[in-house]
């Protein structure tokens, strides 16, 4: 069975710090998802990362995937009070194994952004 | 209009009901799913189906069951519901080929 570890689970900080969110695993991946959910929603993609040492960046947000497709990292710049909500991370098994198809979440971190 | 919907929304039922959970589907995706998110815990997987005749248990399976009834519909039943499935409910799709998957609004179920 595939996990993955996701830290840290509540994160409260005020507008305009920085901060990051890591996802760890034992395991390969053969892609890596970041979602973000609101409340009453459900989680909605944010970026897929496929490539070991890939860096992916949506505006103020930096994603990167580890060079051994095992982990992964979500950097926010200047945080917004916009940004809150849950983060989860989510590994794509690989071809030919038995998580092909299906997607193993990290427990999520709650992002909350003070004004 | 929502490309993924689920009803109810919300339920509270007591404990040794039956209950159905409902997912609908306008992507035309042959990949559906259900999972059960609990604080902490993220999103655990408990049924899967790949087209309407290939279904398959996920990690957390026990105590559920599906119904592929077409392409655009798959439904979640919990034949005797106990208090420790209470819980959010998502329903999600995927097509073939890509790993983004696509979530409906989720159903919040309380057992009493």
């Known amino acids: 069975t595939q996990l993955l570890e996701q830290s840290p689970q509540f994160l409260s900080i005020q507008e305009g710090e920085n901060l990051t969110v890591y996802c760890n695993s034992s395991?390969?991946?053969?892609?890596l998802q970041w979602y973000r959910q609101e409340p009453g929603e459900g989680p909605v993609l944010l970026v897929t990362v496929v490539t070991g040492g890939e860096v992916k960046k949506l505006k103020r947000l930096t994603f990167q995937f580890g060079d051994a497709r095992k982990d992964s990292s979500l950097h926010i710049t200047a945080a917004q009070p916009g940004d809150t909500g849950l983060y989860l991370c989510?590994?794509?098994?690989?071809?030919?194994?038995?998580?092909?198809?299906?997607?193993?979440f990290g427990q999520g971190t709650i992002l909350t952004v003070h004004p | 209009d929502a490309d993924v919907t689920q009803t109810p929304r919300n339920r509270i039922t007591k404990t040794g009901k039956r209950i159905m959970l409902e997912c609908s589907q306008t992507k035309g995706h042959d990949r559906m799913y259900w999972y059960r998110q609990d604080p902490g815990l993220g999103l655990r997987l408990i049924y899967y189906s790949f087209d309407v005749k290939d279904i398959n248990k996920g990690e957390i399976s026990d105590g559920y069951s599906v119904s592929r009834q077409a392409q655009a519909k798959f439904s979640l039943s919990l034949e005797s519901a106990i208090p420790n499935q209470t819980a959010l409910y998502f329903c999600?799709?995927?097509?073939?080929?890509?790993?983004?998957?696509?979530f409906g609004p989720g159903t919040r179920l309380t057992v009493l």
């Open positions: 395991s390969v991946f053969s892609s």
């Open positions: 999600a799709t995927r097509p073939t080929g890509w790993n983004e998957q696509f």
């Open positions: 989510a590994g794509a098994g690989n071809a030919g194994g038995t998580s092909y198809g299906k997607l193993t």
